[in-house]
């Protein structure tokens, strides 16, 4: 708006000719010019009339969809389960995981226990097999973004080892540790092994020279510079990587757990397939997805946390 | 004239593809204790090759660079670096980016209150104490490029260099930082080598102004003396008919002698 005036005003004093004595100065008149344009402006408006759009709140559509969305995927799990045969409906599933639910730590022997203790015996072999990736996969990933020769030495075998399921390791690992727990954990250790290092590796390469920079300026020891420049800078790729581990180890772990049998959500899958209760598998897929979505958005959080932009 | 900075026939190439690429040749320049020395060129013409060769941070291919008396073998804190986008770490507050080079230099000696005490004054001679506790994407580029200012000084550097330091800022920002600089480097008398392409900042700051031909092989062309005095006013000078002459002397360099073809 002002800049209009600004320059109605120059036109103003470059074409008109030189004022007469005793009159207003040419940009006086320009501004009492612009000043009533602006008070008609201001009448022109129309007056509010009270009515305003209904806008649904953005959390409230996105819900809407979100229940739409499931309410369709029951639907059509309805139907198939009416016309498909011996797939369970919806409802006979409900009835079905209210049962369980209702006790999910019971213990009758070692391969009857509740879907809790299930859970958690996959938890427990995916956060010790998860942990020790961890404690090799990002040091490891540490020296090889940081040293050429390292990386040229890791590269080949990175690049053959890593497209191989996890599960192809599982006889190694029963080969190794002659018992089916630490060989699922084996599996998982495998699978989560390259995220991490992959991830930490390309996060120490992706560190701005220009903060490097301010390190050697500064003759900063070697430990400040882990600890100020390099770690920081590595963190959200390394829980990137991290974040891809669990996701991947969750996914093996209910297949490696099928081969091995014992306790375990996989092994609960596979158990209940052979007592032909579909109700079940069922149920432990939704409590797999659940798990796993749990894990994803714990991780998220973390990753928040340490963000620094 | 006594030689705090001392280049002595620097030579510089690089190593590329296409063989050997000559950046800078027969460089000789002395700097004094106190004294403000501006590098101004087109770019490409090894200015700030010039500069990194004084931070340590390259080493010459020929000749030597001496600080006090001593051989230049690599990068360290007796010179403060200001880079042009200022390099502050993200992650720490301004406090934090200062009291890392605060620490590294006067750690071993000095206690904790000290460190954070001088961190501090550091601060507050850039005008920054309110926002000390501030992440750097919380403050202006300006801001910014006070805190590496700050940080560059707060070790008590020998020497200051600065690489284009308001080259990524606006105008008017530009502007007082360099009236900042100014009044800063008057209070602590400080050594400066500043790379600028800005012909106003050079004649406004300088003691000289060391001009360089165009690369490759760039060399210096011809070396202004400044002998506006002390301290130096910007309205003042904008009328002032010795700094209109130095400016131009300045201008004719670089737009008629070593006029540059756009690239």
């Known amino acids: 708006m002002s800049s209009i005036a600004l320059r109605k005003k120059d036109a103003f004093a470059v074409v008109a000719p030189p004022p007469p004595a005793g009159s207003p100065h040419p940009s006086a008149a320009a501004l009492t010019e612009s000043a009533a344009r602006v008070a008609a402006r201001g009448k022109a408006r129309p007056a509010p009339t009270g009515y305003q759009r209904f806008q649904a709140p953005d959390w409230l559509l996105k819900s809407i969809a979100s229940v739409l969305g499931f309410a369709l995927f029951v639907c059509v799990w309805a139907a198939i389960a009416k016309f498909g045969g011996r797939i369970p409906g919806p409802v006979a599933v409900w009835h079905a995981a209210v049962t369980i639910f209702a006790d999910p730590f019971y213990q009758k022997g070692p391969n009857d226990q509740g879907i809790g203790w299930n859970v958690l015996s996959s938890l427990k072999r995916v956060g010790i097999g998860f942990g020790l990736a961890a404690l090799v996969g990002i040091p490891l990933g540490f020296l090889i973004g940081r040293f050429r020769f390292l990386s040229d030495m890791a590269a080949p075998m990175i690049a053959i080892l890593r497209p191989v399921s996890p599960l192809a390791w599982l006889p190694i690992g029963l080969l190794l540790f002659k018992a089916a727990n630490p060989a699922a954990i084996y599996a998982i250790f495998i699978c989560s092994l390259w995220p991490m290092i992959i991830n930490t590796a390309v996060g120490v390469r992706q560190v701005p020279q220009d903060y490097l920079n301010v390190a050697r300026v500064l003759n900063l020891s070697e430990w400040k510079v882990f600890t100020k420049i390099l770690f920081p800078a590595v963190l959200p790729y390394m829980l990137t990587g991290v974040r891809l581990s669990i996701g991947i180890a969750w996914l093996v772990i209910v297949a490696a757990e099928m081969l091995t049998g014992g306790v375990g959500i996989g092994f609960w899958v596979w158990d209940e397939w052979n007592n032909l209760k579909v109700e079940h598998i069922i149920i432990a897929i939704f409590t797999i997805g659940i798990v796993g979505l749990l894990l994803e958005q714990a991780l998220m959080l973390v990753a928040r946390r340490f963000s620094y932009s | ?263």
């Open chain 2, 1 to 263: 004239m006594d030689k705090y900075l001392q280049i002595e026939t620097v030579g510089m190439s690089f190593d590329t593809k296409k063989g050997p690429f000559v950046a800078l040749t027969a460089i000789d320049l002395a700097v004094r204790k106190g004294e403000f020395v501006s590098l101004i060129g087109h770019s490409g013409c090894g200015k700030s090759t010039l500069l990194n060769l004084v931070a340590g941070l390259l080493a010459p291919t020929e000749g030597g660079v001496i600080l006090a008396g001593r051989e230049i073998a690599g990068p360290g804190p007796d010179r403060g670096v200001v880079f042009q986008n200022h390099s502050l770490l993200p992650w720490l507050t301004c406090f934090g980016n200062v009291y890392l080079a605060v620490e590294r230099v006067f750690g071993a000696a000095e206690s904790k209150a000290r460190l954070k005490a001088r961190t501090q004054s550091a601060l507050e001679l850039v005008g920054l104490a309110h926002a000390m506790d501030k992440l750097p994407q919380e403050i202006s580029g300006g801001m910014k490029q006070r805190v590496g200012i700050a940080r560059a000084l707060a070790i008590e550097p020998k020497m200051l260099l600065l690489d284009e330091p308001f080259g990524a800022l606006d105008a008017l920002t530009r502007a007082t930082l360099q009236d900042e600089l100014i009044r800063i480097v008057g209070s602590t008398g400080a050594t400066v080598l500043m790379v600028t392409h800005d012909v106003d900042e050079a004649v406004l700051l300088s003691d000289r102004v060391v001009m360089m031909t165009n690369g490759p092989a760039a060399t210096i062309g011809e070396v202004l003396e400044v002998d506006l005095p002390r301290p130096r006013e910007r309205l003042a000078l904008a009328a002032n008919s010795r700094y209109i002459h130095l400016r131009a002397r300045v201008l004719e360099f670089l737009y008629h002698r070593q006029a540059k073809r756009a690239a």
